[in-house]
C-alpha cells in the first residue's frame, strides 16, 4: 500500500505563513506528478499547485505569486510555502501523489487525510 502524511497545518493570522509538508510511503516504485488540493466548507475541492518530479510547478491563477510548491524526490515529499495567507485560503489541504507501485502497473493517485489551515482576520 501506500500512504501519504501531510503534516504543518494549523492557525495562523492573515498575512501570516505557512508550510506544509507531504511525505509519501509504502510500495512506491516511481512518483509522477505530487501537489495540493484544498477544501472549504461548503465548496468543491479545488486545486492549488503540482509539481512535476523534474520541478515544473502548476498554480491554480489565485494563488500564484504567494504560494510555491516545491519537492524532495529523495525523500518523496512535497512541500507548500504559503504566504500572505487570506481568510479564503482556510481549508482543508489535501495532498496526492501519482504513484506507480510496480513495473507492472500503471500509476495511481493516492490522496492523504488532509490537513486544516485556519487563517484569522
Known amino acids: 500500500q501506500v500512504q501519504l502524511v501531510e503534516s504543518g497545518g494549523g492557525l495562523v493570522q492573515a498575512g501570516g505563513s505557512l508550510r506544509l509538508s507531504c511525505t509519501a510511503s509504502g510500495n512506491i516504485v516511481s512518483i509522477n506528478s505530487m501537489g495540493w488540493y484544498r477544501q472549504a466548507p461548503g465548496k468543491q475541492r479545488e486545486l492549488v499547485a503540482t509539481v512535476t518530479p523534474d520541478g515544473i510547478a502548476n498554480y491554480a491563477d489565485s494563488r500564484k505569486g504567494r504560494f510555491t510548491i516545491s519537492r524532495d524526490n529523495a525523500k518523496n515529499t512535497v512541500y507548500l510555502q504559503m504566504n500572505s495567507l487570506k481568510p479564503e485560503d482556510a481549508a482543508v489541504y489535501y495532498c496526492?501523489?501519482?504513484?506507480?507501485?510496480?513495473?507492472?502497473?500503471?500509476?495511481?493517485?493516492?490522496w492523504g487525510q488532509g490537513t486544516q489551515v485556519t487563517v484569522s482576520s
Open positions: 496526492y501523489g501519482r504513484v506507480q507501485r510496480s513495473r507492472t502497473l500503471w500509476y495511481n493517485d493516492y
